[in-house]
């Protein structure tokens, strides 16, 4: 978590929404992804979209058994679809989205027994960190308009 952290900082200086995410296998970081939704202004470029990219051309495959999704806030729809898709088994995130969150917060498409998913999911990883870089970020962006 503390890498995905490292990439929500990288977000962060970008004036991006300051999420992060790494998708690890046998141990290593295979994936790491920022959000680049502003920058590449392309509303798919969540950090958990770019690290799942990453890892699948790190495989060499778009199947990710037996990886783990870090990711500092709660995947969305969009990003719980792809878990889903890419049959990662494991998210691991750090502070619950209360507007968008797709795995337990708003939805929980993740264990969705309709769409044949059952990703373990674990919540409340470094939250105070994970929760503090999004209060300073929005803050920041308040003062700012």
């Not at 890498?3 to 977000?11: D, N, V």
């Not at 200086?13 to 690890?24: L, Y």
């Not at 708003?106 to 939250?127: M, P, W």
Request: aromatic share 6%; glycine share 6%.
């Amino acid at each position: 978590m503390t890498a995905a952290l490292r990439e929500a900082e990288k977000a962060f200086t970008k004036d991006e929404i300051p999420v992060g995410a790494v998708v690890v296998f046998e141990g290593k970081i295979i994936g790491r992804g920022h959000n680049l939704v502003e920058t590449l202004q392309d509303p798919t470029a969540h950090a958990e979209m770019l690290a799942i990219t990453a890892a699948a051309n790190s495989l060499a495959s778009w199947r990710l058994n037996n990886t783990i999704l870090y990711t500092t806030l709660e995947p969305c729809p969009m990003c719980a679809g792809a878990i889903i898709l890419s049959r990662i088994p494991m998210v691991v995130f750090g502070t619950s989205d209360q507007r968008m969150g797709a795995c337990g917060s708003v939805e929980n498409l993740l264990q969705r027994e309709s769409l044949n998913s059952d990703v373990k999911v674990f919540s409340g990883i470094l939250q105070a960190q994970c929760s503090e870089i999004m209060r300073v970020f929005f803050e920041k962006l308040r003062n700012k308009e």
